[in-house]
């Protein structure tokens, strides 16, 4: 397989999807996706002259993860709503059971009174989730967790006090909390505001309507929703009313290319602005920044009925995204983590460290799993387009018979290139698991025990592959294996990442040590292979 190098550019040089190469100071205008990357359900706030946005969680941990901007195009990782999201057998992964495709959903994120509040819900707990503080960066967030769930629920406060979930499928559903947010207020009100939300769209659905966020605005109540007709894509809806329990009245307001989800803000200055998602292949679902002009009380979107490509919005060529960052593990803290990382579902930390060796990433096995998908204690962050690479440099002195370790393409048929310790010799393997059942497709001897691996992600034009190396030095690469068709599949519903794992076969205690993480902005150009 011929093959020509790119230079390997870091991620902080990396550009937001919104600057253009080569563009001076000033001088670049902002571009959708506004991130190329897996941001699923957004949804947005503005405080002052600061965004905050939240996602979907799935059954990564932390979770409802807090991203801030001050311009609409660069975003961080402030912090997240909660650690883990409830103890149990599924996001323990335990006895069998895991959160795959479950753990939390579709969140809202709203102010009031001083206060900030996140709704979610989740088909692992069957609960719906409320969380709470009063400083979005640094503030303790309360949980509030009760029944019934909620499906896709948008908090609401009203002037007098009283506080409301918007949700539903097709119907959508109005229903009165307590003050103190611990339910349903047995008195309060319960009822249909808007039956068969999506017939303003079509008849024959895929989605009929969901994704409600609702905003009052001028007086006038506005209930976001998402539809997919079965005869075209993903289909933002609205309604609007005078009242809080209707009549509503809808209407269309963006079909195209399937941008759809989220609900509107504005900014210091008086624009409006959506922030909606798109299903893009196996990076996942990636934001898109539209504007929003009103006409006659309705919000309109878009530029005559399409998402537009570049935005009316100048930012200076900082060329950061910091929910993906490169990490070399120098901490001083054992339990601090960069904000990037998630883990697969809950986290025993008990068998991970960061100051056990310093500067380095410790995954020690305490179980015998069958799969990377069974394994605890897997630690993840999002991938990223149009391409992107990922490198380690891992340890494996320690490593024992039945383990396996190294850096995974994580979904549901997954790829990785890693270590594998056998009959007291170890190799370098790449194992596809793009079938379903993971095949070792090369193995290599491997003589020494630290060892580099690389994954890199080519995610423009579709084309969803991910391409796999391994170097004695750090500087000669050699590619291994094949290269992985991925597949966004709704298993997992979430977009690929890049995984650093550790699990055992037949005996526990065996451990590796990550000495760094790189994240880059281009790939390893393959030729002849589409």
């Not at 209707?246 to 269309?252: H, T």
Request: charged share 25%; hydrophobic share 35%; aromatic share 12%.
């Amino acid at each position: 397989m011929a093959k020509k190098s790119i230079a390997f550019c870091l991620l902080f040089l990396f550009v937001v999807v919104g600057a253009a190469v080569g563009a001076q100071e000033n001088d670049v205008k902002a571009q959708n996706p506004i991130i190329w990357a897996d941001v699923p359900d957004p949804s947005v706030i503005r405080v002052d002259d600061a965004y905050y946005m939240t996602s979907t969680t799935m059954h990564m941990n932390p979770g409802l993860p807090i991203m801030k901007s001050t311009d609409l195009v660069n975003w961080e990782v402030a912090g997240y709503a909660y650690e883990t999201l409830t103890d149990n057998d599924a996001m323990n992964l335990e006895n069998g059971e895991n959160a795959y495709g479950h753990g939390s959903w579709a969140s809202t994120v709203r102010a009031h009174d001083g206060m900030f509040y996140i709704s979610t819900f989740s088909y692992t707990t069957n609960q719906t989730h409320i969380y709470k503080t009063d400083d979005m960066e640094d503030g303790v967030w309360e949980e509030l967790a009760f029944t019934p769930l909620y499906h896709d629920n948008s908090i609401f406060f009203e002037e007098d006090g009283s506080v409301y979930l918007v949700y539903g499928v097709g119907d959508i559903m109005l229903v009165e909390l307590e003050p103190d947010l611990t339910g349903p207020k047995p008195d309060g009100i319960e009822q249909v505001i808007i039956p068969d939300a999506g017939q303003i769209a079509g008849s024959d659905f895929i989605i009929p309507a969901e994704g409600a966020h609702i905003h009052k605005i001028n007086g006038m109540y506005y209930v976001f929703l998402i539809t997919w007709p079965r005869d075209r894509g993903r289909t933002q809806i609205v309604y609007r009313s005078d009242n809080l329990t209707g009549p509503y009245e809808g209407r269309v307001i963006l079909d195209d290319s399937g941008i759809a989800q989220g609900g509107i803000f504005d900014t210091p200055d008086g624009d409006w602005y959506a922030m909606l998602f798109q299903d893009h292949g196996s990076v996942g679902r990636i934001p898109h920044l539209i504007p929003v002009r009103w006409e006659d009380d309705w919000p309109v979107l878009g530029d005559n009925g399409q998402a537009p490509g570049e935005l009316d919005i100048p930012v200076a060529n900082k060329r950061t995204n910091t929910i993906i960052a490169s990490d070399d593990f120098a901490y001083d803290s054992e339990d601090e983590l960069a904000l990037v990382w998630q883990w697969n579902h809950n986290p025993d930390s008990d068998y991970w460290s960061v100051t056990d060796r310093a500067g380095y990433l410790r995954l020690v096995t305490d179980r015998v799993d069958s799969d990377i998908h069974d394994t605890r204690n897997t630690l993840t962050q999002r991938t990223f387009g149009p391409v992107c690479s990922g490198e380690v440099a891992v340890d494996a002195a320690n490593m024992k018979d039945g383990d396996y370790a190294g850096l995974a393409a994580f979904q549901s048929q997954y790829g990785f290139v890693g270590v594998k310790q056998s009959d007291s010799s170890r190799s370098v393997i790449m194992v596809d698991g793009g079938s379903g059942a993971p095949e070792e497709v090369e193995s290599i001897p491997l003589e020494q025990d630290e060892v580099y691996l690389k994954i890199d992600f080519d995610f423009r034009d579709m084309r969803d592959r991910a391409y796999f190396y391994y170097s004695l030095d750090g500087e000669d690469w050699s590619a291994i294996g094949d290269s992985l068709q991925m597949s966004y599949t709704l298993d997992h519903f979430m977009g690929y990442r890049f995984a650093l794992f550790n699990y055992a076969t037949e005996t526990t205690g065996g451990f590796v040590d990550f000495e760094y993480f790189e994240a880059a902005g281009e790939i390893e150009e393959v030729e002849g292979e589409e």
